[in-house]
């Protein structure tokens, strides 16, 4: 069994589906959008790989064949559409005939817009719309989302920086600690290269690599530094080596000009500030040039890193900075890795604004927090159908439950606007009073992917871009 046939890329209950539509249905018109959720906006991101790795392939005599097995045998003889996909193969050489509209990638925009539409080009594959929506709804849901829970602690420390700091440091306040703790090296990968949107710190290679290969570019897109885990540190002899483990990283990779992390919690990780770090390695810190950036990994964050700014103040010295907030030493900072989520980056910050220390002397590693804990609801995604053509005449298609209004639809073929004026967005109707308003709106919309050619590609840099626009105008 291929794992790699579009035919099949579905749920089980979409192979019926092509019956189910309205005598002479000749076109079918979806929208994703996010309905809501914990965030106020969302950032587009990972549509482009899906167009590249899935959508501009053609399907092939062997896909077909296997499909047909495969439901036939899976859900019933007579429910594969096997004469309409026979039909893409002979008459679009195997092409999906479809078009595919989206925001710009990396666009911020505010919950409840539509980000991505998709109708049929060809009368006779008016099915296919749907068909895709297992896939295509999969790709953008989960990169939008880690793309949107990362631009959400960016937020938060960008506003902690400019009440107590200097927001020049933000780019490397939030490293990507992930790969391990996503449940596939694909999660990783995607989740990886969509935290990139708004950092550029990151441990996790295959996010680093995926945003290279489908974003169109060879350029470096995070950074990472020399860094010590639990095994290096504790097999120089248990505790009473432990400062021998330290002293090899000061002389390894503390050098002038560089950045060298150091788990510190082993043992006793105050002892290790106070005994370690400030007594017997403290003139070989200083006398480097470079920066140590010590890693506590388990108690309370809110309550360790506290304590660790403080002890390290003792130890190395502190300055107040132009807004009235200590900074450390500049040899020394922390990096709080467990335990990190967009919750746990908001009391860290507060706490030390409290206690009137800057947030220039922390940065943030999160992995499941970054790229795990999220699920489709975590923006409320969807995509449904708001349009169809019966018999050369549109028709407004929508669900409004009584049940539950959060889960009403929208109608009507879909676009995007922004005001030219402020940073305002609005779905409206194509062709609605937005499109009589040129002066005013501008749509959002762009044509990305027509009969399997990808029509616009985003480069990274692009992306970012159009990320950090979308925040200032």
């Not at 391990?180 to 949107?197: D, K, Y």
């Not at 992390?261 to 106070?274: E, G, K, P, Q, R």
């Amino acid at each position: 069994m291929s794992t790699s046939n579009i035919i099949l890329d579905t749920d089980s209950y979409k192979f019926s589906h092509w019956k189910q539509y309205p005598p002479k249905t000749e076109t079918v018109f979806s929208y994703i959008e996010s309905r809501g959720g914990i965030f106020d906006v969302t950032v587009m991101f990972n549509l482009q790989p899906y167009l590249k790795q899935v959508l501009s392939k053609p399907i092939t005599q062997e896909m077909i064949d296997e499909a047909d097995a495969f439901v036939a045998a899976h859900v019933g003889p007579g429910i594969f559409n096997r004469e309409g996909w026979q039909y893409i193969l002979d008459k679009h050489n195997g092409y999906l005939p479809v078009k595919v509209t989206a925001v710009p990638e990396g666009t911020v925009v505010p919950v409840g817009n539509v980000l991505v539409t998709i109708e049929n080009t060809d009368p006779k594959c008016f099915w296919l719309p749907s068909y895709l929506e297992t896939a295509i709804l999969r790709a953008v849901w989960y990169g939008t989302t880690a793309a949107t829970n990362s631009y959400a602690m960016k937020r938060i420390i960008k506003r902690y920086l400019e009440m107590t700091g200097d927001p020049s440091l933000l780019p490397f306040k939030l490293h990507d600690f992930g790969a391990r703790g996503v449940s596939s090296e694909e999660t990783a990968a995607i989740g990886g290269a969509a935290h990139l949107v708004n950092f550029m710190g990151s441990d996790t290679v295959s996010g680093v690599l995926y945003a290279q290969k489908y974003y169109n570019t060879k350029e470096m897109l995070a950074f990472s530094i020399p860094a010590a885990e639990h095994s290096t540190m504790t097999s120089w002899g248990g505790e009473a080596g432990e400062v021998l483990a330290m002293e090899n990283m000061i002389d390894q990779f503390l050098k002038q000009g560089s950045i060298v992390a150091c788990v510190s919690d082993s043992y006793n990780i105050f002892n290790a500030i106070i005994q370690h770090w400030g007594t017997t390695l403290h003139d070989k810190i200083v006398k480097s040039g470079g920066v140590l950036v010590i890693r506590p990994d388990s108690g309370d964050p809110v309550e360790v890193t506290l304590q660790c700014v403080k002890l390290l103040s003792e130890k190395f010295g502190s300055s107040i900075n132009s807004k009235g907030y200590k900074v450390l030493h500049p040899s020394v900072r922390l990096i709080q890795g467990d335990g990190i989520d967009l919750e746990m980056v908001e009391k860290i910050l507060a706490n030390f604004t409290k206690h009137g220390w800057s947030a220039d002397n922390i940065a943030f590693g999160s992995g499941g927090g970054l790229l795990q804990k999220l699920n489709r609801d975590t923006c409320k995604f969807a995509m449904k159908c708001s349009a169809i053509e019966i018999n050369k005449e549109w028709v407004d298609v929508f669900k409004k439950p009584i049940t539950d209004p959060g889960k009403d639809s929208k109608k009507g073929r879909l676009m995007l606007y922004k005001s030219k004026r402020l940073n305002d967005y609005v779905t409206e109707i194509q062709g609605g009073w937005c499109h009589f308003e040129p002066q005013s709106w501008t749509p959002m919309l762009v044509p990305v992917f027509e009969n399997g050619k990808i029509l616009k590609e985003y480069t990274f840099a692009e992306v970012r871009a159009n990320s950090e626009e979308s925040q200032t105008k």
